[in-house]
């Protein structure tokens, strides 16, 4: 075998911001006149994010924690779908879902599109603040049934709300070419030679050609809706609301079991125009990354999600190939994406620790078994509902 390198299939380096903590301060004061007195760096995939605290309490109504939200090369060009992006996260807001609120620039705009200075060059980045919202993220719970269902639900009432949304620049949520739509699935081509083991790379190459085969043509038969797109296990943050006590009579041991309820949603950076069955698709992917049962985690999300929009039977059946093309899109962007920022790779790859693992039982056990779990437990979930 040869030891030559093999050279990329695929070239695209979005121009991830690299600012320091120094330069982000220096930042919000000329672009918010806010005085930073502590910051922190958040993790993100391709843009740059600050946890930052101010004392200047009088300028934002009372509200003292924020997130600085650099934007990256690429997307800062889309002017258009960033302001209907932070368009969407105020109009949720006002619905009664918990988003961030924006803080207005000094000329008192929601964004503003800065020259920032890269070293080498000064590159334009579209800069936000946003409220910092409380809560940790379903990835460090140990989700159960119950809150598997509120995160189904979430995504359908996301879903539902955003029908009635209207605003001057909603063309810009035709996303086109966009590699995280769940339509583009067949641009993943273009990366797979990122994933260097056969057996993985089999299953990526296979799952394109079923969505191919089995969901382009019938794409138009689903029905249409404006997606979040990444309801992942990071971008749903959590709040304890109370603890159920066990039977602890007669010497039982005490069982307890953390109860929680969604304190907020982050990150509306994959909105696009899609379809229901991919915001619920979506959504059993990321929440089976973390858990003990991930088989069953779909009949739970699933059941929440059909509380609010049941699915037709051509999207129930459209489900299985549509989760292992989340899968296939994740793993392989990241590891892409390793290849370009190594520097970051250990956030890149939180979902390959066992998002491969949970890709390949999928292609083993087929379509048929997989489906019976899932549905079989969204009907007996609903059923002890009724109890």
């Given amino acids: 075998m040869s030891s030559e390198k093999k050279q990329p299939e695929a070239s695209w380096d979005c121009g991830k911001p690299a600012l320091n903590d120094t330069q982000a301060a220096h930042l919000i004061e000329a672009v918010f006149g806010l005085l930073v007195s502590e910051i922190k760096p958040l993790p993100s995939y391709d843009d740059q994010n600050f946890h930052i605290k101010t004392t200047?309490?009088?300028?934002?109504?009372?509200v003292s924690d924020f997130v600085l939200k650099i934007t990256n090369c690429e997307d800062s060009k889309h002017g258009d779908f960033i302001e209907m992006q932070t368009y969407v996260m105020m109009f949720l807001k006002d619905k009664g879902f918990p988003t961030a609120a924006t803080v207005s620039t000094r000329d008192g705009k929601v964004m503003s599109l800065e020259a920032i200075d890269c070293g080498s060059e000064r590159k334009e980045h579209m800069v936000r603040l946003l409220t910092y919202l409380p809560g940790i993220p379903v990835a460090k719970t140990a989700a159960g049934p119950d809150l598997l269902h509120e995160v189904g639900k979430l995504a359908a009432q996301i879903d539902k709300?955003?029908?009635?949304?209207?605003?001057?620049k909603m063309k810009s949520l035709d996303r086109g070419n966009y590699i995280w739509s769940l339509a583009n699935i067949p641009l993943l081509n273009q990366f797979v030679f990122a994933v260097d083991q056969k057996r993985p790379r089999e299953v990526v190459e296979q799952t394109i050609l079923e969505f191919k085969e089995s969901i382009l043509p019938k794409l138009g038969g689903f029905r249409k809706c404006i997606n979040h797109g990444d309801l992942n296990d990071h971008n749903i943050l959590v709040q304890k609301t109370s603890i159920n006590q066990g039977?602890?009579?007669?010497?039982?041991?005490?069982?307890?079991?953390?109860?929680?309820?969604?304190?907020?949603?982050?990150?509306?950076?994959?909105?696009?125009?899609?379809?229901?069955?991919?915001?619920?698709?979506?959504?059993?992917?990321y929440m089976m990354i973390e858990s003990q049962d991930p088989l069953r985690v779909a009949g739970y999300v699933l059941a929440g999600f059909e509380s609010i929009i049941p699915l037709t039977p051509e999207e129930r059946g459209a489900l299985f190939i549509l989760v292992k093309c989340r899968f296939s899109q994740s793993l392989v962007m990241a590891r892409y994406s390793v290849l370009q920022y190594p520097e970051n790779e250990e956030y890149l790859m939180i979902t390959a620790k066992t998002g491969w693992k949970h890709l390949l039982a999928l292609a083993d056990s087929g379509k048929e078994a997989i489906e019976k779990i899932w549905f079989d437990t969204a009907k007996a979930y609903n059923e002890s509902r009724k109890m």
């Fill in 161 to 168: 709300a955003l029908e009635k949304c209207n605003h001057p």
């Fill in 56 to 62: 200047d309490v009088e300028k934002t109504t009372n």
């Fill in 247 to 285: 039977d602890t009579s007669r010497g039982a041991i005490s069982k307890t079991q953390d109860k929680y309820r969604i304190s907020g949603i982050l990150d509306f950076n994959d909105m696009s125009n899609g379809y229901y069955v991919f915001e619920v698709a979506i959504a059993i992917m």
